[in-house]
């Protein structure tokens, strides 16, 4: 087993980020920064299969272990993902048990699924393909991200699937699926949350959550939950730029009054 599914499964408290920009540098900019784990965002930013095997090489250059949040259930995009040596995938909007399952056997290797074998660059391009049929199926991590109604309503048998290591909440998407948007639906919103989150962890399941900010981490750590996805490149390039931008007028604005 990879020492990272060891931690996802072990419920260390993992803290990563979505990697949204295209580009290696990105990556590697994000590894240096302390990240327990990286996130290709494949399902919602403009990111071509070729790109997705270069930013996962660039996680591998940090020893930062990457994921692929795949666009959508399809088995040959969860396949593609981890050809290219990612170390787990992301389901999106998983709402139902058979969902969950067929995300478990689109990435594991029979006897345990029906992924297919290939020469990608996991399996050193079809030079150590043995060798990652061995062990595969014990180092990959199967993440489903329950964010719809359905999903809220299936979290018990969805969480009994064997095979899923994580479910993960995705706040904005089951906001709006359960009409709780705005000021005013925070409180409906943290109920399906904290419903979802214990569900997981009765049946032995990692729970995660995607958190916008630092802050709201202890919240859901408090109730169970351990793998967080902390906002992405995107969000933080445009933070830091704004902030930086603020203070740089700030600055200017004491006309060197000191």
Not at 37 to 61: G, K, P, Y
Request: glycine letters at 10%.
């Amino acid at each position: 087993m990879s020492e990272f599914r060891q931690k996802c499964i072990g419920k260390t408290n993992l803290v990563g980020s979505f990697a949204a920009i295209p580009h290696p540098v990105a990556v590697e900019v994000m590894a240096l920064a302390g990240l327990d784990f990286l996130c290709i965002d494949w399902e919602h930013a403009q990111i071509s299969r070729d790109t997705i095997e270069t930013m996962v090489r660039a996680a591998d250059v940090h020893r930062v272990p990457a994921i692929v949040r795949v666009p959508g259930h399809a088995p040959e995009a969860i396949q593609a993902a981890l050809d290219s040596g990612a170390q787990g995938v992301l389901v999106p909007r998983v709402s139902t048990a058979a969902q969950a399952a067929m995300a478990v056997r689109a990435s594991r290797y029979p006897p345990l699924g029906e992924r297919g074998v290939g020469p990608g660059r996991a399996a050193g391009y079809g030079y150590r393909i043995p060798e990652y049929l061995a062990a595969a199926n014990d180092r990959i991590v199967v993440a489903v991200q329950v964010e719809t109604s359905e999903g809220l309503a299936n979290i018990e048998a969805i969480a009994a699937i064997d095979g899923v290591d994580v479910i993960f909440v995705g706040p904005g998407d089951l906001s709006v699926s359960i009409d709780a948007v705005g000021p005013k639906g925070v409180d409906k919103l943290n109920e399906a949350i904290t419903r979802i989150i214990r569900a997981t962890v009765a049946h032995g399941r990692t729970s995660g959550i995607f958190c916008a900010s630092s802050q709201t981490i202890s919240q859901w750590a408090a109730i169970g939950a351990s793998f967080f996805m902390l906002a992405s490149d995107t969000m933080f390039l445009g933070a830091g730029t704004a902030a930086n931008c603020t203070a740089a007028r700030a600055e200017l604005g004491r006309g060197g009054r000191d």
